[in-house]
């Protein structure tokens, strides 16, 4: 069993089952400090060290495609919010054609 609370030195292990791909120790510190596109990786300090969870990468993921979309990444639908999205993009090209031919 996986514990809740993963050291920041087991994330690149988790991020690779994940998405197949190992990021450097360095990159996972980026993600908590920094972020990527506005959006940090959740984290807790914890005995001695910062901890996340493997919940919190995948939404941690999920926001940031959001963001790089275009959407606000502070919505908790993570990809239900990329197809509402696209769905909505997708509307207003609709619309705009429409209005274009008149009608």
Known sequence: MEPALLRMSDVPDVVEELTGERPHLGTVH???K???AGV???CSFA?????TSRAALVAFF???????AGGDPDT???????ARLDRDREL???EDELFSLGC
Do not use: E, N
């Open 30 to 32: 980026k993600w908590r």
């Open 34 to 36: 920094r972020g990527i």
């Open 40 to 42: 940090r990786l959740d």
């Open 47 to 51: 005995m001695g060290c910062y901890r």
């Open 62 to 68: 999920d926001r940031i495609a959001v963001a790089k």
């Open 76 to 82: 908790k639908a993570g990809p239900v919010t990329l």
């Open 92 to 94: 207003s090209r609709v």
